[in-house]
């Protein structure tokens, strides 16, 4: 028991002189300490409450700015490829093309609004919070019992709380019988917990401060009585809507990187303009107006004005695949940032486990049993330690004691399974049933006479059973020291009794407590004939021992495989949870996480600084007892070691964390709205195993994005470069701005859309994350932007040169150089498909059909940009013959084969290498 002057109020003098009263530590004050501190020894009166309302103000959370559709479309503007796209189309207009300009705009605005609708919701939270809170309290005041609006609530009212309430303010409780408070909102705690009037030490964490309730949370059984101690934002849920509000969001790694490419880009652009202009003014000898012109046709060349129609294409797809996988993603970049994860932190209960508990061990007199089966479902079997089923008299009276001494119901609801009454009693109801008890016809076959409730000074229920043949038995359950004090003699595997073995029984206990499970022991009394009524006194000896079961929530067996499959992919996966450290480390060794041995507790980490934190949570993989700030540490410890961190929960507690987390994971079945709005991605199924098929979706949107990157930027490459060329030579420019623009933002896009549709490569989820900071053009990806610039360089002046000399007609040339860039843009898609391996087979010639029909549609349109008088007259185009189309379509297939070459040459060159 605390000191009680430990948790008393101090005044503490501030810079400017005045006196500010410290918060009392109420968990550690005895009820009539907390009474005396907040001035409300009796009931509070009308006046009194009048007067508190208004220094207190209104028991609701502080209700969050409103972010209007404005500012949401503001935010979409914070883009450099949106400027980079403005540029484009004013340069465009500048040049009198206002068709394309406005194409150009066009792309802008579906950017933009894509974006727009994708995060409408967002930003919900704090309003989420806010409607957790209590509408009703039922409160004792002066003039009698009320129920009154949670909203008017004061510090110093007096609340009833009963089944089924949710709390309506923090109290410090002053009555309790038989109260259980469900908690997992704010702890995590799988479990309703027992609540008492005693005080604990001022250290003691959420979950073990029994003495209080808290705001949000739910009464689970029994009743009790409190007098609030903190109202609105002052209570434990409010200062995690404060965390809430305080917490950044992180700009997505592809964010940064595509920010990054357009301000490098533009900056090249511009300088090789300028640069350019000084250099055709000097050696070009072309006139002022057309040298100008054609610098701004550079600066439309060079610039991919498709690539944020890409980017927002595959993002889309992404997004419409993880839908299908029954994940909502919230944040469109985010698809992407999965990719790049490389730590998954999950809350233990609900999310890696059922959030059901289960009978999963039970100890007879000479016999061990595991229990097969999860949750909640009636399926599974009991096997002895050499996997042999069990059934015997001894397990048949044991399964008879956990269904008879028992409230809870459980039954099985269109599918899904729905519990009446304490999880606990469920959990034993449901191993009854797999013991292969009848527990349905049980109530009539031996109904119940009388009861004693289970309570918390008690620790133990039992119940008066007859057979309606004149056999009364008294059947008990409760924490197993106490039932084994109440015990004589044990039943053995034959049914006869014999001594008790205390010793052996205690060691069961420790070990089964050890390997975290919650330990209920099993007992029975015989019954006198004739008896109606039970006493408390009548049960302290007489009891036969009939065994012992070990309860937990249980690991998702799909959890389980898809850690494994974390693991072969390069991904730490972690466990915060504010359950117990023995709990929660024999849950991740079920779980095969890795580093169990140790556990962190939220006590060891508020004694480490920041420093200290990331150099140890790189080794450390399980974290108990934590806190919503511990979790949020957790999350930035790890991202201040560059890790890309997603974060997955599902309650209040989790809500700042996968607000900061680059990827926030919450479940959308058992998890609260605030968990839900606060996140990235929300799954709809509750299930673990869907963050391994995002990260495997991530990854494929990511090598999409860099195949399309790859496959983009050499036609800017081979035209920028052409367009130079010609104006320091002094050269007619073989293809024209408008030309360009066509090339770009019409054959460009369509082929390259079908990139987003590419299948995941085989061994996707067999290399590690990519780095954070690790840029889409880098290594082979940038020798292969430049390869192919040269190669399109080539087949440009090849076309213009080819066509001056057989026809003479600038006209011409220009058509066949466009139509060669095309041609060479085909085939080299091919090529890109596969940025590693020969493209040159059955499977890449065929492609997917979406390949075929882009390729269609391109030359279709091609047909139409060269033989259409309206396209002729627009963009300055001739028909061609068929020769000149055949010489296109030779283009194309020789920079295929030299692709195919330089891939086979340098896979070589790389197994020849060093390692």
């Known amino acids: 028991m605390a000191g009680s002057s430990q948790g008393m109020s101090e005044s503490v003098v501030l810079k400017n002189g005045e006196c500010e009263q410290r918060e009392p530590e109420w968990h550690v004050l005895q009820c009539a300490e907390a009474r005396q501190e907040l001035k409300a020894k009796e009931p509070l009166s009308e006046d009194e409450i009048r007067q508190r309302l208004a220094r207190h103000g209104p028991n609701a959370l502080p209700e969050a700015r409103a972010k209007g559709p404005w500012a949401r479309l503001g935010r979409q503007l914070k883009n450099f490829l949106i400027y980079v796209l403005a540029g484009a ?61 949670a909203a008017n609530l004061v510090p110093g009212d007096t609340v009833l709380l009963e089944p089924g309430d949710r709390v309506p303010a923090d109290l410090r409780l002053e009555k309790s019988h038989n109260l ?64 809430l509000a305080q917490t950044t969001t992180l700009k997505t790694p592809l964010l940064e990187q595509m920010d990054r490419f357009a301000r490098i880009l533009s900056i090249i652009v511009i300088a090789a303009g300028i640069a350019i202009f000084v250099g055709g003014a000097a050696f070009s000898g072309l006139p002022f107006r057309e040298l100008f012109m054609a610098v701004v046709g550079l600066t439309v060349a060079a610039i991919p004005e498709g690539l944020p129609a890409i980017l927002t294409i595959t993002l889309a797809i992404g997004v419409r695949q993880m839908a299908r996988r029954q994940a909502v993603v919230r944040r469109m970049p985010v698809i992407e940032t999965l990719g790049a994860v490389s730590v998954i932190c999950s809350d233990k209960t609900g999310t890696l486990t059922r959030n059901e508990m289960m009978v999963t061990r039970a100890v007879l007199s000479g016999c061990r049993l595991e229990v097969a089966g999860e949750g909640y479902d009636f399926e599974g079997a009991l096997n002895a330690d050499g996997g042999q089923p069990v059934d015997s008299t001894l397990l048949n009276e044991l399964a008879r004691a956990a269904a008879l001494c028992n409230d809870a119901h459980v039954h099985h609801d269109s599918g899904r399974v729905r519990i009446t009454g304490d999880p606990m009693e469920a959990a034993l109801s449901v191993f009854a049933r797999k013991a292969g008890f009848d527990v349905d016809g049980s109530a009539a076959d031996w109904p119940r006479k009388d009861e004693i409730p289970f309570d918390t000074e008690n620790r133990f229920m039992a119940t008066l059973n007859h057979d309606h043949h004149g056999r009364s038995v008294i059947y008990l359950k409760g924490a197993p020291e106490r039932i084994l004090d109440m015990c004589n003699s044990e039943v053995a595997e034959s049914g006869e009794t014999s001594e008790l073995r205390r010793d052996f029984w205690e060691r069961v206990i420790t070990e089964m407590a050890s390997d975290g499970l919650r330990v209920l022991a099993l007992a029975r009394k015989p019954a006198e004939r004739g008896i109606g009524e039970l006493a408390i006194e009548d049960l302290e000896q007489g009891a036969e021992l009939l065994g012992l079961v070990g309860l937990l929530d249980p690991p998702r067996q799909e959890a389980i495989r898809a850690i494994a499959e974390c693991h072969d992919a390069g991904i730490r996966v972690k466990m915060i949870t504010g359950d117990h450290g023995i709990t929660a480390g024999a849950i991740a060794r079920k779980l095969g996480l890795k580093n169990t041995g140790r556990v962190l507790t939220g006590k060891e980490l508020d004694q480490l600084d920041d420093n200290q934190l990331r150099d140890l949570v790189g080794e450390v993989d399980v974290f108990a007892r934590t806190s919503p700030e511990h979790k949020l540490r957790l999350v930035t410890a790890l991202q201040a070691l560059h890790g890309v961190v997603a974060m997955t929960g599902d309650g209040v507690n989790d809500a700042p964390a996968l607000k900061r987390a680059d990827v926030g994971i919450a479940m959308g079945v058992k998890g609260s709205e605030a968990a839900r709005v606060a996140s990235s991605v929300v799954l709809l199924d509750d299930n673990f195993a869907s963050i391994a098929a995002a990260v495997r979706e991530g990854r494929t949107v990511y090598t999409n994005l860099k195949k399309g990157i790859a496959f983009m930027l050499p036609i800017n490459g081979g035209e920028s470069i052409s367009l130079v060329t010609a104006l320091l030579l002094g050269l007619t420019l073989p293809i024209s701005a408008l030309q360009i623009l066509w090339v770009n933002m019409v054959s460009s896009v369509v082929l390259a859309m079908t990139l987003a549709f590419e299948p995941a490569e085989p061994d996707v989820m067999k290399h590690p994350p990519r780095g954070r900071n690790e840029s889409l053009l880098r290594g082979f990806v940038v020798w292969r932007v430049v390869f192919v610039s040269l190669l399109f360089l080539g087949g440009i002046f090849a076309a213009w040169y080819w066509a001056m000399h057989h026809h003479g007609d600038e006209s011409t040339a220009r058509t066949l150089a466009v139509n060669t860039l095309v041609a060479m843009e085909m085939f080299y898609l091919f090529a890109v498909r596969y940025l590693d391996s020969a493209s040159m087979t059955l499977r890449g010639v065929l492609g997917t059909p979406i390949v075929l029909l882009a390729v269609a549609a391109v030359i279709a349109l091609q047909l139409l940009f060269t033989y259409l008088p309206w396209f002729n007259e627009t963009f300055g185009t001739q028909a061609l013959s068929f020769e000149m189309l055949g010489f296109a379509a030779a283009s194309g297939v020789v920079v295929l084969v030299i692709l195919e070459i330089e891939t086979v040459v340098r896979r070589r060159l790389l197994r020849a290498g060093p390692g």
């Open 89 to 149: 189309a004013v340069i465009t207009a500048s040049l009198g093309h206002w068709v394309d300009a406005g194409v150009i705009l066009a792309v802008v605005v579906i950017q933009t609004l894509v974006g727009f609708v994708q995060e409408g919701k967002a930003e919900q939270a704090l309003s989420a919070i806010r409607h957790m809170l209590a509408p009703k309290a039922r409160v004792v005041r002066s003039d009698g019992q009320h129920q009154i609006d």
């Open 180 to 243: 259980k408070i469900d908690e997992a909102i704010l702890t995590g705690e799988s479990e309703a917990v027992d609540k008492s009037t005693g005080s604990v030490a001022s250290d003691a964490p959420l979950g073990d401060q029994s003495g209080m309730a808290f705001s949000g949370t739910m009464v689970a059984t029994g009743t009790g009585r409190g007098v609030v101690v903190r109202t609105g934002a002052r209570t434990e849920i409010g200062r995690i809507s404060g965390l």
